[in-house]
């Protein structure tokens, strides 16, 4: 069975490792282990009788929900099928532009659908900064950008660098289009956050994409919302499928966006489970984890880490995302997700074997 190049591939891990997925430990889905809330579970459980129905063509209550928890009027939201389906809908407003920027290493999904749409990419590098802070700025792209456009994610995958407000402001008015990906936004409490949300009714060319499955954990129901000009989202409704967002997906999402309870209990838990992961991988010979804002780290790896994705599997039952997929990182960066206590240790107890007995081997061979 082949790999794919993006995390959370559960059958693939399983089969290298010889046992049942639901025995892997996953650290290559950046997913919140804290859910999905129970607010969720039942708002699924008390839909199961309208599966029976069509889901409501314009997803009215939905967009009420998401209306209030942004204060932006309904029409400027359009709900998707995951950040998927609406990352395809940007690439064909993309691909009508002379070139579009992004910052690298970048997100697989992005390079699918610019692809498809024949978009002209031009590759602008991320300083790693290894060991340095978190809030970062966006670099000076040297170009005539009029008829470009900007597909950028804050905060940013795999790094976890969070780019400042102010840094990403003045892209409003070179670019013709700038979208930026806010997928794991939400990992910060609101006055930690550097969203753009509240610009985009000034800004015509802006398009926020936002994703509701990792912070509430819930991949499985594939949800997703872009926020941007009624008259651009009208344009994307005529060339998607009907009814993309099935009605168990709809009705948890409003229930995941009235649980303040677990919004405020996720931010409280995050920053010290990632603290102690960064410290406990950090102390780790040959490992050098990147400073983040959410809820994975980035590591670089004196090691082959191919290699040792493959011996956390087979030794462990732990997977971890190896950066392959990523031309700029390759076989010495990998990226693991911040889970509960008991697994992060799990984790590092398991990195630091691997570590000795590499140090061993080094030896025998030195």
Known sequence: MPQQAHGGNLAWAAAL???SPDAIVD???SISPLGPPNSVIAAIVSQLGNL????????????LALSHFHQIPTEWILPGNGSAELLTLVGRELGQLAATVLLTPAFGDYYRTLAANNAKVLEFPVDLGIGQGNISLLPDFGLETSDFGLLLNNPHNPTGKLFSRESV???????????IDEAFMDFLPPEAEQSLIG?????????????LTKFYSLPGLRLGYAIAHPD?????KLWRDPWPVNTLAAAAAIAALQDTE????????LPEARNQLFQGVASIPGLTPLEGTVNYLLVESQQSTSQLQQQLLQQHQILIRDCLSFKELGDRFFRIAVRTQSDNQRLLTALIRRSQESGVRSQEYG
Not at 262 to 269: D, V
């Open 17 to 19: 490792a010889g046992c």
């Open 199 to 211: 610009l985009v009714q000034e800004y015509e060319n802006l398009v926020i994409l936002r994703s």
């Open 52 to 63: 029976r129905n069509y889901p409501d063509p314009e997803y009215g209550e939905l967009r």
């Open 232 to 236: 651009r989202l009208a344009k994307w």
């Open 169 to 179: 402001l003045p892209y409003l008015e070179k670019f013709a289009l700038v979208v």
């Open 27 to 29: 650290f290559s889905a």
């Open 262 to 269: 677990f919004q405020y209990l996720t931010w409280k838990w």
